[in-house]
Structures are given as structure tokens and as C-alpha cells.
């Protein structure tokens, strides 16, 4: 069975950098992912697509300190110069025609 | 950029109907893949049903049968009846749009605030 896996928290000072990780099961490891960050009471924002290669796609008005790198089946967020209104959840999705969308577990990440 | 607005969240009685719809404003549906992805309390985010922009639908496990999803372009709104409803579909229900026009597989890239689904007797 095909999985995103997502550690359960994070947590870094403000200020701080942290890197959150989204794994992709095995035999999947050249799929795209997407990250999407969720604040209580709000709906989703879609922050960035990241390619296997390390490549990607940011949404409209993400701020540059949010970036997004590759490395085998592992795709990762990295949010640097942490501030407050970066606490929330945050997702990977991937899709594919046979998997269709699947979402990973979710981080949630504090700072402290 | 435009942005996508949910509407029809209720409190229905298990084994009820309800249907929910998307309309979007600044920007056209169409040509988009659309989909309701929900999220039930204290639980991650899990996609439940998507519609083509040739108008083609696919289901979760957990909805098919159940939901139907459906699209009028000609209205820039997108809609999905909800029947035999249990307490496990009680979830905030958000509609998402991908990324680019004219790919069905792709990332989830706009998302509307939310409508909530409470399935309760």
C-alpha cells in the first residue's frame, strides 16, 4: 500500500530554521509532491510543488524563506527565519493515475 | 488570482443527503481538474472525489457509490451530492483546484475556507 510519511510534530525557535520531511513509499520515489500549510479555522494554502529532482513550483505570494529540495523518495519543506504565524500543520500530497491523491500524515510544527 | 467559496454545509441525520457546491470568482473553472477534500476533527486531510475538465469523476473507497461529483461550467461552479451519510463523513469539506489547466493528476493548488459537515442524530 502506497504512503506519504510525515514525522507527527516538528518544533524550532523563532527565528530559527527547520526542515520537515515527506517520505515516499517504496517504488514511488521519482513522484512529485506537494506541500500545503494548515492553519486552525482556515483552509489549506498551497505552498509549493517540489519535482524528484529538486525542482519547484511556488504559489502565488509564498515568501521566499519557505524553499523545497529532494533526495531519493524523500521530499522536504524547509521554512527558514521561522516566525510566529508559521505554526500549522503541514501536508504533502502526491498523485498519479494509478494512486490518484494521497496525502501524507501531516507535521504539526511549533515554535518556540 | 481569484479564489474558491464552499457553500451547503449543514447538520444531517445519518443515512441523510446533502449537497455542497464550489463557485469560484476572479478566474474560470474551467479546464480545471476540481475536487472536495475533507477533513474530520483532529484527523489529516483526505482527498474524497475529483471531476475532470472533460467532466470524468473518481472516488475514495470510502465515498464511492455515495457521493456523486458534478461541474457546470457554464455557471464557474462545481457541486457533489452526498447520500447515505454516516458520522464518519462529518469533516470540514474544502474544494481545491489543481495546479494547471488540463492535467487531472497534479497538486492541489487553490483552496476554498471550508464548509463543515456534521452527521449527528
Known amino acids: 500500500q502506497f504512503v506519504l510519511t510525515q514525522s507527527p510534530s516538528a518544533s524550532a525557535s523563532l527565528g530559527a530554521s527547520v526542515k520537515l520531511t515527506c517520505t515516499l513509499s517504496?517504488?514511488?520515489?521519482?513522484?512529485?509532491v506537494a506541500w500545503h500549510q494548515k492553519q486552525p479555522e482556515r483552509g489549506p494554502r498551497f505552498l509549493m510543488k517540489v519535482n524528484n529532482d529538486g525542482s519547484h513550483k511556488k504559489g502565488d505570494g509564498v515568501p521566499d524563506r519557505f524553499s523545497g529540495s529532494s533526495s531519493g523518495a524523500e521530499r522536504y519543506l524547509t521554512i527558514s527565519g521561522l516566525q510566529s504565524e508559521d505554526e500549522a500543520d503541514y501536508y504533502c500530497?502526491?498523485?498519479?493515475?494509478?494512486?490518484?491523491?494521497?496525502f501524507g500524515g501531516g507535521t504539526k510544527l511549533t515554535v518556540l | 488570482e481569484g479564489q474558491l467559496l464552499e457553500s451547503g454545509g449543514a447538520l444531517v441525520h445519518p443515512g441523510g443527503s446533502l449537497r455542497l457546491s464550489c463557485a469560484a470568482s476572479e478566474f474560470t473553472l474551467s479546464g480545471y481538474a476540481l475536487s472536495w477534500v475533507r477533513q474530520a476533527p483532529g484527523k489529516g486531510l483526505e482527498w474524497v472525489t475529483t471531476?475532470?475538465?472533460?467532466?470524468?469523476?473518481y472516488y475514495a473507497e470510502s465515498v464511492k457509490g455515495r457521493f456523486a461529483i458534478s461541474r457546470d461550467n457554464s455557471k464557474n461552479s462545481m457541486s457533489v451530492e452526498m447520500t447515505s451519510l454516516t458520522v464518519e463523513d462529518t469533516a470540514v469539506y474544502y474544494c481545491?483546484?489543481?495546479?494547471?489547466?488540463?492535467?487531472?493528476?497534479?497538486?492541489?493548488?487553490?483552496w476554498g475556507q471550508g464548509t463543515a459537515v456534521t452527521v449527528a442524530s
Open positions: 517504496s517504488g514511488h520515489s521519482n513522484y512529485a
Open positions: 481545491a483546484r489543481v495546479f494547471e489547466k488540463w492535467l487531472v493528476q497534479d497538486a492541489f493548488a487553490m
Open positions: 471531476i475532470s475538465p472533460s467532466g470524468r469523476s
Open positions: 500530497q502526491t498523485w498519479s493515475v494509478d494512486l490518484l491523491w494521497v
